[in-house]
């Protein structure tokens, strides 16, 4: 697993004073109150950054960092992601996942077969769908309901499913 975990993409400055857009990705956005202390994946290294100020706008999370403080600082960061130690993380419920633990995942069907790899999961409202895909990149889409998905196991990176009519 994955020590650290994206929650978000720096979209854009904001006003004049070194506040970031943030383009949460959490179900939560409030949960950036409960942060002290973020990454900024810059590509070169990772810079840990405190947060001094949490403000949103529509769906978006405005961050203020104690080290930045005017906007041309700030753009410096634009297109990067934001990535916090995975002992910051909300506690999950039961049967609920990060994606980044599920991406690359082996799926196989509840008879044994091998149906390729879980390559990307999309939320459609009702609930997630995973894009399994093959070797020969044949996609296989899977909704995340308890009649499909039967069991997953981080710790040996495999899911089992079971293949309804019409999938």
């Known amino acids: 697993m994955k020590q650290l975990l994206e929650i978000g993409q720096i979209v854009n400055t904001y006003g004049i004073k070194g506040f970031v857009k943030v383009n949460p990705y959490t179900d939560d956005i409030t949960r950036f109150e409960q942060l002290e202390t973020v990454y900024i994946d810059t ?13 949103y706008v529509k769906n978006m999370v405005l961050l203020k960092f104690k080290d930045i403080n005017d906007i041309n ?26 994606i980044t633990d599920l991406l690359g995942l082996d799926v196989y069907s ?15 409202g009702s609930n997630d769908v995973y894009v399994v895909k093959n070797e020969l990149g044949k996609q296989l ?12 196991d981080i710790e040996n990176g495999k899911i089992i499913v079971h293949l309804i009519d019409g999938l």
């Open 73 to 98: 600082t700030a753009e410096k960061y634009r297109n990067f992601y934001i990535k916090i130690d995975r002992k910051d993380a909300v506690k999950l419920p039961e049967n609920t996942y990060f």
């Open 141 to 152: 889409l899977l909704p995340a309901i308890k009649q499909v998905i039967k069991n997953v």
């Open 110 to 124: 509840d008879n044994g077969d091998l149906l390729g790899k879980v390559d990307d999961i999309f939320p459609t």
């Open 43 to 55: 590509k070169k290294d990772l810079e840990e950054h405190t947060i001094e100020e949490v403000k």
